[in-house]
């Protein structure tokens, strides 16, 4: 069996990794939560050492996460300064 394949397209903005592009599109499946980011970047660290840059393919919500998630924290913004 072969593997399966994904096409990944460059977003114009960030948000469109959050919209299913359709069969085989890569996208984020989830946004997760403030509190799920440290654990989630500690199994995503551990995978980046055994597995390399590959790691962020599987790991890619997590990192999206990190990057472009909405603050869920009262008074939180997105934007510093």
Known sequence: MSPQLYEFHLPLSPEELLKSGGVNHYVVQEVLPIRHLPSQLRVFQSAFRAQ??????????????????KPSLPGASSHPG
Do not use: C, V
């Open 52 to 69: 390399g840059p590959l790691a962020m393919l599987e790991h890619f919500d997590t990192i999206y996460s990190i990057l472009h998630g």
